[in-house]
C-alpha cells in the first residue's frame, strides 16, 4: 500500500510540475528539444491539440516580452507633442522616470525652441548643448521615430512625390 501511494503521489507532481512549467514559461518550454518536451510534458508533444496551444502561449508570451522591451514602463505614457512630453517619455525610457526635466524643456525655450518641428533636425551635439548627451541621444531617436511615424501616416504608400513624378515623365 505504501508504495502504490508513493508511485500514485509522484504522478500526481510529475504532472502538477509539468503543467507549471506550461504556465510559467511557455516560450521557453517551446524552444526545448523535443525530447525535454515529451519528458516533461508529453501532451504538448504527442498530441495536435496540445501542440498548437503550446505554440499560442509561447507566441503570446513573446509579444508580452517584446513589448516589455521596446516600452520598459509602458504604464507611463506623456504627450509627445509637446517637448515637455517628449523629455519625460525621454527620462522613463533611459529609466530615469522620477528625474526632473523641466530645467532642460526651459533652456530650450530660453532660445525660442519651443516646437518639435524645430529640434526634428538638429543634432545630438547640438541637442547636447541643452540637456545631458545621453538624454539628448535618446531624444533625439525618439522625434526621429515621431517623424517617422508621421510620415508615414500622412503619405499613403503609393502616393508619388512631384520630383518622383518628374523624374518619371523625363524617362
Known sequence: MGMTF???????????LSGLLLVVSPLGFYHQPRWIQFLACPRAVITRKGREELEEQAKAEAEILTKKAL????????DDSDIGGLLKQTAVNLGRGDYDVTRFEDRLKEDWLDDIEQLRHKTVEFLSKYMPFGLAEEFHQLIECAELASSKSAKPPNT????????????
Request: charged share 30%.
Open 160 to 171: 508619388q512625390s512631384e520630383g518622383e513624378r518628374e523624374v518619371r515623365e523625363m524617362e
Open 71 to 78: 516600452h520598459p514602463n509602458n504604464d507611463e505614457k506623456y
Open 6 to 16: 508513493l508511485i500514485f503521489l509522484g504522478a500526481n507532481l510529475y504532472q502538477s
